[in-house]
């Protein structure tokens, strides 16, 4: 499955973004998604997840200031990001989990928060 991310940019810290991650094919299976960002000279860490029945998992740095969700009509995974902080600032990664070792992963879209 391919994976086109969108939705980054700059924002003030503060700020809001949503970022989408829509697949080339159904979703509705893929066992679990997820987003992920890399920072410079940092490796790439969890953001949030999301499995095949909703259930969510959250990096304790971003917990209760970002949501994930999934809209399987639309082959989509949101991450909607609020009370965005410079330490936010990071290249955001859409990946799809199918098993051990399988995975996919979309482009990468930048966020760039501003202090």
């Known amino acids: 499955v391919q994976l086109q991310a969108s939705g980054g940019g700059l924002v003030q810290a503060g700020g809001a973004r949503r970022l989408s991650c829509t697949g080339s094919?159904?979703?509705?299976?893929?066992?679990?998604m997820g987003w992920y960002r890399q920072a410079p000279g940092k490796q790439r860490e969890l953001v949030a997840s999301?499995?095949?029945?909703?259930?969510?998992n959250y990096a304790d740095s971003v917990r209760g200031r970002f949501t994930i969700s999934r809209d399987n009509a639309k082959n989509t995974v949101y991450l909607q990001m609020n009370s965005l902080k410079p330490e936010d600032t990071a290249v955001y990664y859409c990946?799809?989990?199918?098993?051990?070792?399988?995975?996919?992963w979309g482009q990468g879209t930048q966020v760039t928060v501003s202090s």
């Open positions: 094919r159904s979703i509705f299976s893929i066992n679990e």
């Open positions: 999301i499995t095949s029945r909703s259930s969510t």
């Open positions: 990946n799809a989990h199918i098993a051990d070792g399988w995975d996919y």
